[in-house]
């Protein structure tokens, strides 16, 4: 099994900076973190899931989707088994519930069917 706890949502004004963390923890996890890929998704009210960006643990290889590239960036700590997305120059439209969520690394990291475990979520707002 493999457990993950999003922190660090909010509310901040258009242009802000936000940073997410992702806790994973689990016997799965522990013994088998380097097949695993992390990911971040977003769901808006009204709207469906979204693919935000994704990071392979055994080499940090990183994935984003078009809208954020450029402003987020996702990155690891090994110490941690923590998973952040830093978020920067954010505008209204970023305004979701962050989900976090994990699988192992099959090459498929922005379709959320395929992940296998998941967060609670984490509020974030923009207002503008």
């Known amino acids: 099994?493999?457990?993950?706890?999003?922190?660090?949502g909010g509310l901040v004004q258009a242009g802000d900076s936000l940073r997410l963390s992702c806790a994973?923890?689990?016997?799965?996890?522990?013994?088998?973190?380097?097949r695993y890929v992390l990911g971040w998704f977003r769901q808006a009210p009204g709207k469906e899931r979204e693919f935000v960006a994704a990071?392979?643990?055994?080499?940090?290889?990183?994935?984003?989707?078009?809208?954020?590239?450029?402003?987020f960036t996702i990155s690891r700590d090994?110490?941690?088994?923590?998973?952040y997305l830093q978020m920067n120059r954010l505008i209204p439209e970023d305004t979701a519930v962050y989900y976090c969520a994990a699988k192992t690394d099959d090459g498929t990291v922005r379709y959320s069917r395929y992940y296998d475990y998941w967060g609670q979520g984490t509020q974030v707002t923009v207002s503008s």
């Open 55 to 71: 990071i392979r643990w055994r080499d940090a290889m990183t994935y984003y989707a078009d809208s954020v590239k450029g402003r």
């Open 1 to 8: 099994q493999v457990q993950l706890v999003e922190s660090g």
């Open 78 to 83: 090994n110490a941690k088994n923590t998973v």
């Open 24 to 34: 994973a923890s689990g016997r799965t996890f522990s013994r088998t973190f380097s």
